[in-house]
């Protein structure tokens, strides 16, 4: 399943609050950027078109919607787009950006190193 920069905004909402009506993710998302109530609504449709989400009851004369993706299982259809987008489909890029770009803490490299040893031991 395809989604665009903002169907991905829109999902996120539903990840991250649960349940809720179009209204109430405008509302959210219009704390960071300034979007219609309508253009939301749109999203919305769009991505219950898609099933990405689904209708789960009303609110007053309201639809509350509900993801009906899993946040992973959207991660693991983007991820390697955006590989091939901005990294040339080499995870070394990305892995190589994300430490260079980062302010790790020694907390954030210790379980780097832990990762990285358990999954070398795997092999």
Not at 38 to 60: C, P, Q, S, W
Request: with cysteine.
């Amino acid at each position: 399943m395809k989604l665009s920069e903002f169907e991905l905004d829109v999902m996120q909402i539903f990840w991250e609050q649960g349940p809720c009506s179009a209204s109430a993710a405008h509302k959210v998302i219009s704390e960071s950027k300034k979007t219609a109530y309508t253009t939301v609504k749109t999203i919305v449709d769009r991505l219950e078109e898609k099933g990405a989400i689904k209708r789960v009851g009303n609110e007053g004369r309201s639809i509350v919607y509900s993801a009906a993706v899993k946040q992973e299982a959207m991660s693991q259809s983007v991820l390697p787009d955006f590989l091939k987008r901005f990294f040339g489909g080499n995870s070394r890029n990305l892995v190589a950006h994300l430490i260079d770009d980062e302010k790790l803490s020694e907390d954030d490299i210790e379980y780097l190193q832990h990762y990285l040893a358990n999954k070398k031991s795997k092999k």
